[in-house]
């Protein structure tokens, strides 16, 4: 019945850490690719391929990093709790972004 532990956080960790390992073995290039049957020809035409750069791989690391600091994600959460009495989540997301 609890393939993954009885504990929702116990659950939670394990699943995370499995995600983790498949994702460890996906190739990203793979979200940069287009099926370009799927474009019409004036769209073929002015479509221009980007490839998975240092920069962009270097982002999706750190937002996997950010992703899977327990600390950071808890720290949100309790954030979040109190700030939604005060503005909606799409305040909180704009303030959290600004420089």
């Known amino acids: ?10 659950r939670h960790l394990l699943l995370q850490l499995q ?15 287009c099926r370009m049957s799927c474009f019409d020809d004036d769209l073929r035409r002015s479509f221009l391929q980007c490839h998975l750069d240092e920069a962009a791989s270097e982002f999706l690391d750190s ?9 950071l994600q808890i720290f949100y959460r309790i ?20 420089p």
């Open 1 to 10: 019945m609890y393939r993954f532990g009885r504990s929702p956080l116990t």
């Open 19 to 33: 995600r983790k390992l498949e994702n460890s073995q996906f190739d990203r290039s793979v979200w940069y690719t």
């Open 63 to 71: 937002s996997e990093r950010t992703s899977d600091s327990f600390c």
């Open 79 to 98: 954030a979040m709790m109190v700030l939604c009495l005060f503005m909606s989540l799409t305040d909180m997301n704009g303030y959290s972004a600004l």
